[in-house]
């Protein structure tokens, strides 16, 4: 399982950690190189005096950063403590324990050092020690001085042996001394400082070293004289070269005043056990007299060793715990920060701790929780969204179907509706929801009789009569062909009768109860579309049944007024005039009547061309010039018009009889007022904003039309004319069908007031014509 990917906090506080690693790295660095320089310094005074400013300025800089940071980690606690951070309490309760744990042993050790180093230091420095150094050193110097007498009388004793030797015979007598005096070394001297003879180590010298003048004086005038030599060198070489040497005056033959007096020198080694422990015990009464001058400053050092050990001691333990508590509590802080973003719905990875510890194991086990949480949650999420794209898919087929959809409870109630329903009920149903059908105005009848279908059709169910799962049925809501109600109600005056059929069945079992499904589809336009048909074959039969009589008809009259021309009397005449002339011009009416029948039944199919609209306007405009309109008519063509699809000669009919109606709509209304004139009848072409329609209009400046026949006005023989057969605007729509236009009928209303009606049809372009090239 990967880890949660870093937040910020989380960036800076490792961050942090580092940092704070790399100081305490360099701080403990620095601390131990001061401890190595103390050291150092401790075991050499001189070393030590001459630092002491710098390491004492270090030292202090050291401490001072070390409770800063001891200060600065303390603030850190009580700030985290004082903001409530979960984990606080705990993380200050170790820090104060293992500080305590780390603080006490370390004041404790330290107080005990102070005073054994305090008291130790001067106990170093006691009288018995300070006595038994000098009696050593005194013990030393007495042998010295013994030993040198010893070999100095000696010496002289042996210089009266020279006496009456001569120079030549003196290397015998030398050698017998040497013997005798144990003596490494004999010269015998002359009185200027030249060597005369030589025993021992002094023959294998080619230039042995000799006296100097004034020392040969010093030896003339005392006689004898003896000192030690070779201790003054380091200790390894004083330990070898360690001696005594003594020189007497050898009085000669004649000896007298102005006699030139020969020397003899004698030197004897000292032992080297005795050298090595003099200088052992001179080297211990040097130190010791040193320390005894310098004791406050040892103890100043070492009392500052010690105190800058504490503070490391007590800065270890505070980071220690610090950084332990950390550790500890670091676990629990994942833990609760976990929790809380789970709380709030957060369940993206969490961190985990890579320890083998307990707590490790409960972050990777909180860790694994959550993920198996956010994969079942992915999992939900998932399914709902299908469900919600299933339901939006669902919606948007319900939003778009033509049909209406109602979903109702078991007792009629809306519980939900498609813009369908809305549209072919004509009644705002989402407004409605949680009422009955029945109590939607305008849908009382229809909302009982459905819910009367239901519940037949639930008791139909329980005594095994039905065997499909839904029923259907046929209704017309509003007026009726007749007039009179489906229902058995009074039709609404201003509702055009709308013709549905509908579809009821049961819903599965939902959480909130039983709920029922009804289907409705508006039938109108089909059940015009019957009527219109049947109304054409009825049209063809008339035509052809009513036409051939009226030929014999109007000729047998015309024949009887021939024949009883002349022959009755002249007011029998005139009867016989006037009835002739009204079945003539009856049985013409008759006959236009039968070829209007004929020419809506028999309406041939559109052979669709290129038309010029605004051309062919403007030619059957010549039939309504101001010489034959009765109402005047006023053209706005549109001049970016493009040609349309369509057969020329049907579109010529559609626009006479557009505008013959529209002519004979305001004269009537004119009519109406007294003969007060009401307006022109215009006729206009125009280009869609889109530029892929032309709509042609008819604007009249009649009465308009009523709500009940807007719905109907495109049916065969539905009119508002005295004499109308009610054929005009039939042609027109099946024109139009035919030329795959669509037809609008409308009024015009200003300020509430009918100012006429509107018939436009929308043609679609040429395809061979485009609009720019036209333009």
């Known amino acids: 399982m990967t880890s949660a990917p870093k937040t910020p906090a989380q960036a800076r506080a490792r961050s942090l950690r580092w940092a704070v690693g790399v100081g305490v790295a360099a701080m403990s660095a620095i601390g131990l190189v001061l401890l190595f320089l103390l050291a150092q310094a401790t075991n050499n005074r001189e070393m030590y005096e001459r630092n002491y400013l710098y390491l004492f300025v270090v030292n202090m800089v050291v401490a001072l950063l070390l409770l800063g940071v001891i200060g600065w980690i303390v603030v850190r606690l009580v700030l985290r403590l004082k903001r409530g951070r979960f984990g606080s309490r705990l993380l200050v309760k170790l820090a104060a324990i293992f500080a305590l744990v780390g603080f006490v042993p370390g004041m404790l050790i330290y107080v005990v050092s102070y005073q054994f180093v305090s008291r130790s230091i001067e106990s170093w420095f006691d009288v018995k020690v300070e006595g038994a150094l000098d009696a050593g050193v005194n013990l030393g110097r007495a042998t010295l001085d013994a030993l040198t007498r010893d070999l100095a009388n000696k010496t002289r004793v042996a210089a009266g042996q020279l006496a009456e030797v001569s120079d030549a015979g003196a290397g015998l007598v030398l050698e017998r001394v040497r013997d005798q005096l144990s003596a490494n070394d004999a010269v015998l001297w002359s009185p200027g400082g030249q060597l005369l003879a030589s025993t021992g180590a002094s023959r294998l010298q080619i230039t042995p070293e000799r006296p100097t003048a004034q020392f040969l004086r010093t030896v003339r005038a005392e006689r004898v004289v003896a000192q030690v030599e070779g201790l003054e060198d380091n200790p390894l070489s004083a330990v070898t070269n360690g001696r005594i040497k003594a020189i007497a005056v050898v009085p000669g033959p004649g000896f007298g005043l102005l006699a030139e007096p020969r020397y003899l020198q004698v030197t004897q080694a000292l032992p080297p056990s005795f050298v090595a422990n003099a200088i052992a015990v001179q080297e211990a009464y040097r130190e010791y007299q040193e320390r005894a001058l310098a004791r406050t400053g040892l103890q100043r050092m070492y009392i500052g060793t010690l105190t800058l050990s504490l503070f490391l001691a007590v800065f270890g333990a505070v980071i220690l715990a610090v950084l332990l508590g950390n550790q500890l509590a670091r676990p629990l802080l994942l833990l609760a920060d976990g929790v809380r973003q789970v709380a709030a719905g957060d369940l993206t990875p969490k961190a985990v701790l890579q320890g083998k510890d307990e707590l490790g194991g409960l ?302 709509a305001t004269e009537a209304a004119s009519t109406a007022d007294g003969g007060k004139p009401r307006g022109e009848v215009v006729i206009r072409t125009r280009l869609s904003e889109t530029g892929q329609r032309v709509r042609l209009a008819v604007l009249d400046c009649g009465t308009g039309f009523a709500e009940n026949i807007l719905k109907r006005a495109f049916e065969p023989y539905v009119t508002t004319k005295a004499k109308g057969t009610g054929l005009g605007l039939a042609v027109v729509k099946k024109i139009a069908d035919e030329h795959g236009a669509r037809v609008d009928l409308s009024n015009r209303v200003t300020d509430g007031v009918i100012q006429g009606a509107q018939v436009s049809l929308s043609f679609a372009l040429d395809k061979t014509v485009s609009v720019s090239q036209h333009i």
């Open 363 to 664: 972050t990777r086990s909180f860790a694994d929780m959550t993920q198996q949480l956010a994969d079942a949650r992915g999992a939900v999420e998932k399914s709902m969204g299908e469900v919600d794209a299933a339901r939006a898919n669902l919606q948007t087929i319900l939003d778009n179907l033509t049909a209406g959809v109602i979903v109702l409870d078991a007792q009629g109630r809306i519980v939900s509706s498609n813009p369908g329903a809305t549209r072919i009920l004509r009644a705002p149903l989402a407004v409605y929801e949680g009422q009955l059908l029945a109590d939607v105005p305008g849908l009382t009848d229809f909302g009982e009789a459905v819910q009367a279908q239901f519940e037949n059709f639930d008791a139909e169910r329980e005594q095994g009569l039905h065997r499909v799962d839904h029923w259907q049925q046929a209704f017309e809501l509003g007026a009726g062909q007749n007039g009179n109600s489906q229902f058995g109600g009074q039709p609404d005056a201003g509702q055009d009768a709308i013709s549905v059929v509908a579809r009821g069945a049961q819903l599965p079992d939902q959480t909130s109860g039983p709920a029922r499904l009804l289907v409705f589809d508006d039938i109108s336009e089909i059940v015009s579309a019957q009527r219109a048909q049947a109304w054409g074959e009825v049209a063809r039969r008339l035509a052809h049944e009513i036409k051939n009589p009226l030929t014999p008809i109007q000729l047998s009259a015309e024949r009887l007024e021939l024949k009883l021309a002349g022959k009755v009397a002249p007011p029998e005449q005139a009867i016989v005039t006037k009835s002739v002339k009204t079945i003539v011009e009856q049985v013409d009416a008759m006959k236009r009547l039968v070829n209007e029948f004929r020419d809506y039944a028999r309406l041939p199919a559109a052979e669709l061309k290129p038309v010029d609209l605004n051309a062919l306007v403007a030619d059957v405009m010549q039939l309504y010039n101001a010489e034959n309109a009765v109402v005047p008519v006023r053209m706005e063509l549109d001049e970016r018009c493009p040609a349309v699809r369509g057969d020329a000669q049907q579109l010529r009919q559609v626009i006479h009889n557009l505008l013959q109606n529209a002519q004979d």
